[in-house]
Nanobody, 114 residues
Framework: QVQLVESGGGLVQAGGSLRLSCAAS????????MGWYRQAPGKQRELVAR???????NYADSVKGRFTISRDNAKNTVYLQMNSLKPEDTAVYYC????????WGQGTLVTVSS
């Protein structure tokens, strides 16, 4: 029943934009901290952006000024707006929900071509 479903990944040229969505079900969405993480091949999963229940946000230094995380509690959805994409942003992007426990989505692939 608890499920996070990511969408919006795909292929984009460097300098372009992409918007990822994560739809949550089976949780009281409004009280959860939501996050986006990414994992490139052969690398550890890393935090990209996070938004708390009160709307406060934090970002990895590598994406500050380019990515924006937001949430729509009425739609149980968190978004990641990605602008000025770079090839280094290529990764599988995962949605995460955390309260006093944690759930992960299956991921969506973002590929940025040079």
């Amino acid at each position: 029943q608890v499920q996070l479903v990511e969408s919006g990944g795909g292929l984009v040229q460097a300098g372009g934009s992409l918007r990822l969505s994560c739809a949550a079900s089976g949780i009281i969405f409004s009280i959860y901290t939501m996050g986006w993480y990414r994992q490139a091949p052969g690398k550890q999963r890393e935090l990209v952006a996070r938004i708390a229940a009160d709307g406060s946000t934090n970002y990895a230094d590598s994406v500050k000024g380019r990515f924006t995380i937001s949430r729509d509690n009425a739609k149980n959805t968190v978004y990641l707006q990605m602008n000025s994409l770079k090839p280094e942003d290529t990764a599988v992007y995962y949605c995460n929900a955390r309260e006093n426990w944690e759930v992960w989505g299956q991921g969506t692939l973002v590929t940025v071509s040079s």
